[in-house]
């Protein structure tokens, strides 16, 4: 073991909780110690892969040589485990969302700060390469101020056959998906939320959601559009963004993309009428070629380090979280006003705890 490294458990070793076990891998300063799963099938998973598989939570919490846990079973038991860890002096990692609620997250924090551990949520969604060009175009302004900016995924799967099905184990795809769209539109833009208008889908016949819409008016004048869809056998592009200067487009996870901006070198000229289905336009006409510049993407914001390094860095008390706790609350009470307002069909104000 490296001298410094710091030891975790995996609790929940299925899809995330394996993922989890492949990325601190590449750490050299955290180190998985074992795991603990209900289920035997996953526990003997562990085993072949070489982990130790503790045979219960409480094994696993009175072991003193662990230092952390790491949270990666279904969203409605990540609350209970998290608390009983904070009681036994552990420090939690916890998988997205944290909660179910605003309501058992202030339970966690409160608990996480009386023990004085350190609570950190993964929304390693916030260092996806498609989202930070996205961000550097916020930041950086390279197609003028955006204004518009439009956030997909889509998908044609249904919701995946497991617990993702049943309200009570915090499913739907508002808390799936949607809690990491939320995530990066409230990391990036530094304004209050004054306004979310919303729509839930049920086309499926699920008890919950499988996918939604949201519009957030923020207070500095942009309009961001969120939207997960799993019925969709034709995808829309993953980023929409409009911007005083121009327009940006990412297609994919493969990072095709373009910006077009106006070309302020040129006089401007006047568009030629074009037949458009059985009428003419100029309004709809593209602009001339020498109008426009067509631009490739700029290169994506580079967060200070990975999610594990920050971790360790956090418990070497060399670094703040870049996930942040006030920051995490903030899109968990954004997720409540998103489901009132597709219960209501109401737009809903003044909730931001900006
Ligand atoms: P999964 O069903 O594949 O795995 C969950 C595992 O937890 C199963 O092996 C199950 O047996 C085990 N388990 C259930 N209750 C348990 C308990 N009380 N104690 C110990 N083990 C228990 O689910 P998944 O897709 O791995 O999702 C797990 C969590 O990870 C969810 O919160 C999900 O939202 C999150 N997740 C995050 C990402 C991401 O990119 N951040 C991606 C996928 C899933």
Not at 221 to 238: A, D, K, M, Q
Request: proline content about 4%; hydrophobic content about 35%; charged content about 25%.
């Amino acid at each position: 073991m490296h001298q410094n490294s710091h030891s975790v458990v995996i609790i929940g070793y299925g899809g995330m909780g394996s993922y989890h076990a492949k990325l601190i891998k590449d750490n050299e300063r955290v180190k998985v110690v074992g795991t603990y799963d209900i289920d035997s099938v996953r526990a003997e998973a562990s085993t072949q892969d070489g982990y130790r598989a503790y045979p219960s939570l409480e094994a696993v919490l009175e072991d003193k040589t662990v230092e952390s846990i790491v949270i990666a079973t279904p969203n409605d038991s990540h609350k209970e485990i998290a608390v009983r860890a904070f009681a036994s002096g552990k420090n939690v990692i916890c998988e997205k969302p944290v909660t179910m609620n605003v309501s058992e997250f202030e339970e966690m924090t409160a608990a996480a700060e009386q023990a004085g551990k350190v609570l950190m949520v993964h929304q390693n969604r916030r260092w996806d390469e498609d989202f930070l060009i996205i961000k550097q175009m916020y930041d950086q302004k390279s197609i003028g101020d955006l204004f518009r900016i439009e956030s997909r995924v889509h998908g044609a799967n249904g919701i995946p056959g497991d617990w993702r099905h049943m309200e009570v184990h915090g499913g739907g795809m508002l808390l799936d998906w949607g809690v990491h769209l939320l995530d990066q539109a409230l990391f990036m833009i530094d304004s209050k939320i004054t306004s979310v208008s919303s729509r839930l889908s049920f086309i499926l016949g699920d008890e919950v959601d499988d996918g939604f819409e949201a519009t957030i008016q923020f207070e500095n004048g942009i309009s961001y559009l969120i939207e997960v869809g799993t019925t969709n056998f034709i995808t829309l592009p993953r980023w929409y963004v409009k911007g005083t200067e121009g327009t940006g487009i990412i297609e994919d996870w493969s990072m095709t993309g373009r910006t077009v901006t106006r070309n302020r070198e040129v006089e401007h000229v006047e568009p030629k009428p074009i037949q458009a289905g059985v009428g003419l336009t100029k309004t709809m006409a593209p602009p001339s070629e020498e109008a426009t510049i067509t631009g490739v993407l700029p290169e994506p914001f580079r967060q200070p380090s990975s999610f594990y390094d920050n971790f360790a860095d956090v418990l070497d008390g060399k670094a703040e979280p870049i996930v942040k706790n006030d920051q995490v609350l903030r899109v968990l009470n954004l997720i409540e006003a998103i489901f009132e307002g597709g219960r209501t069909g109401e737009t809903i104000r003044d909730f931001d705890q900006y």
